[in-house]
T-cell receptor
Framework: DAKTTQPPSMDCAEGRAANLPCNHSTISGNEYVYWYRQIHSQGPQYIIH???NNETNEMASLIITEDRKSSTLILPHATLRDTAVYYCIVRVKGGTQGGSEKLVFGKGMKLTVNP | SQTIHQWPATLVQPVGSPLSLECTVE??????LYWYRQAAGRGLQLLFYSVGIGQISSEVPQNLSASRPQDRQFILSSKKLLLSDSGFYLC????????????FGNGTRLTVT
């Protein structure tokens, strides 16, 4: 699976948009980009995923560059509750061995939303 | 809707004692099930995954084992805990089809003393 690179940390003002970058320069054509976040002492929470088109849901937007080597997660109006570690992961379409997934979580990026 | 339950939330066990952590999923059938461990300040490490009852794949050699006695039940065990087994253990599930996100439980904080 391709590796991802994220900055270790980022600050954002409450109410402003938070743009979280991720590099995945070795991504291959069948690998999806997934975003999760983990609030302290809780399990990771799924946010959004995409293959090559931009995606939006009730939580966030995902912008993937045309060459798919990087992406940006956008939280349009960050709140204090968005303070968490955000993980960008690439994942093989179809998974392995009947759909099981060997997701590799790195250290992620700590987003701090300040009042 | 689907829910995943893990217990206990916290556990303190002495070295050499046995371990049993349980995870159950509700609201779906034949899920893929996973056990991850997160050491302090580090990412998640996949320990085991299962695509069906009695089918367990181990990702890393270790002092732990997993079992899936029922379709929606996943158990993490150890006969004798080591200090290095301390960590945050997370159970997760997803559907067997591709493009299915992982959904995590709230984890068990294990401290081996």
């Amino acid at each position: 699976d391709a590796k991802t690179t994220q900055p270790p940390s980022m600050d954002c003002a409450e109410g402003r948009a938070a743009n979280l970058p991720c590099n995945h320069s070795t991504i291959s054509g069948n690998e999806y980009v997934y975003w999760y976040r983990q609030i302290h002492s809780q399990g990771p929470q799924y946010i959004i995923h995409g293959l090559k088109n931009n995606e939006t849901n009730e939580m966030a937007s995902l912008i993937i560059t045309e060459d798919r080597k990087s992406s940006t997660l956008i939280l349009p109006h960050a709140t204090l509750r968005d303070t968490a570690v955000y993980y960008c992961i690439v994942r093989v379409k179809g998974g392995t061995q009947g759909g099981s997934e060997k997701l590799v979580f790195g250290k992620g990026m700590k987003l701090t939303v300040n009042p | 809707s689907q829910t995943i339950h893990q217990w206990p939330a916290t556990l303190v066990q002495p070295v050499g004692s046995p371990l049993s952590l349980e995870c159950t999923v509700e609201g779906t059938s034949n899920p893929n099930l996973y056990w991850y461990r997160q050491a302090a300040g580090r990412g998640l490490q996949l320990l085991f995954y299962s695509v069906g009852i009695g089918q367990i794949s181990s990702e890393v050699p270790q002092n732990l084992s997993a079992s899936r006695p029922q379709d929606r039940q996943f158990i993490l065990s150890s006969k004798k805990l080591l200090l290095s087994d301390s960590g945050f253990y997370l159970c997760a599930w997803n559907r067997g089809s591709y493009n299915s996100p992982l959904h995590f439980g709230n984890g068990t904080r294990l401290t081996v003393t």
